[in-house]
T-cell receptor
C-alpha cells in the first residue's frame, strides 16, 4: 500500500538557520506530493505541492522537489523564522481510483529567537 | 468565502454513548473527506464522499463508525457505543473535485474525548 515516512522530530533551530525535513514515500504509479502545515491552534493548511517528477513546489520561502528516483520530497527553507514554528506533514495522493491523502506522522519544528 | 466548518469543536462523552460530528464543507466542493488524528500522529483516512455517495469507506475502523452526506453538502460522522480508544481529533476536509492534484481544505477539527 501507500505510505509516507518523514523525519522524526522534534526539531529545534535558531532563527535564520537552514531547515531540512526529510520525507520519503512508497506508492504505485505517479502520486501527487504535498506538504501541509499545522500552526498552533489552527487547522491543517496546504504549504506546497508537486504533481509530477522533478516538479518543485514552493511557498513562503519553503521548497520541495519531487524526486522519483529516490522517492523523496524533502522540505527545505534557507532561513527559518520564529513564525515557522509548527508541525509539518508530508503527504501523498495516489493516482487512479484512490483519492485520499496518506500522511506521514508529522515533524514538530520549533524556531528560537 | 468561509472555510470548512466543524462542530462541535470539543466533545466529551462517556464510554458506550453515541456521538455525531458535523462538517460543513466549502460551498461548491463536491469531494468531502473524514480523517482521524491521534496525538502525535498524522491524520488517518476514514471515508471519502463524492457528492452524496461514499466513494471509499475503507478507512472506517469498524461498524460502529458511519458517515452520511444526504444532500451532497453537510456531512455527519456517527460513532456508536464509543470506546476510550476513539478519543482523537476528527478532521473534515473538502476539495473542488476528486483529482489527485486538487488540494484538500481542512477544518479545525472536533476533539473527541471518551471518558
Amino acid at each position: 500500500g501507500n505510505s509516507v515516512t518523514q523525519m522524526e522530530g522534534p526539531v529545534t533551530l535558531s532563527e535564520e538557520a537552514f531547515l531540512t525535513i526529510n520525507c520519503t514515500y512508497t506508492a504505485t504509479g505517479y502520486p501527487s506530493l504535498f506538504w501541509y502545515v499545522q500552526y498552533p491552534g489552527e487547522g491543517l493548511q496546504l504549504l506546497l505541492k508537486a504533481t509530477k517528477a522533478d516538479d518543485k513546489g514552493s511557498n513562503k520561502g519553503f521548497e520541495a522537489t519531487y524526486r522519483k528516483e529516490t522517492t523523496s520530497f524533502h522540505l527545505e527553507k534557507g532561513s527559518v523564522q520564529v513564525s515557522d514554528s509548527a508541525v509539518y506533514f508530508c503527504a501523498l495522493r495516489a493516482s487512479g481510483s484512490a483519492r485520499q491523502l496518506t500522511f506521514g506522522s508529522g515533524t514538530q519544528l520549533t524556531v528560537l529567537p | 468565502g468561509a472555510g470548512v466548518s466543524q462542530t462541535p469543536s470539543n466533545k466529551v462523552t462517556e464510554k458506550g454513548k453515541y456521538v455525531e460530528l458535523r462538517c460543513d464543507p466549502i460551498s461548491g466542493h463536491t469531494a468531502l473527506y473524514w480523517y482521524r488524528q491521534s496525538l502525535g500522529q498524522g491524520p488517518e483516512f476514514l471515508i471519502y464522499f463524492q457528492g452524496t455517495g461514499a466513494a471509499d469507506d475503507s478507512g472506517l475502523p469498524n461498524d460502529r463508525f458511519f458517515a452520511v452526506r444526504p444532500e451532497g453538502s453537510v456531512s455527519t460522522l456517527k460513532i456508536q457505543r464509543t470506546e476510550r480508544g476513539d478519543s482523537a481529533v476528527y478532521l473534515c476536509a473538502s476539495s473542488p473535485g476528486g483529482q489527485s492534484n486538487s488540494p484538500l481544505h481542512f477544518g479545525n477539527g472536533t476533539r473527541l474525548t471518551v471518558t
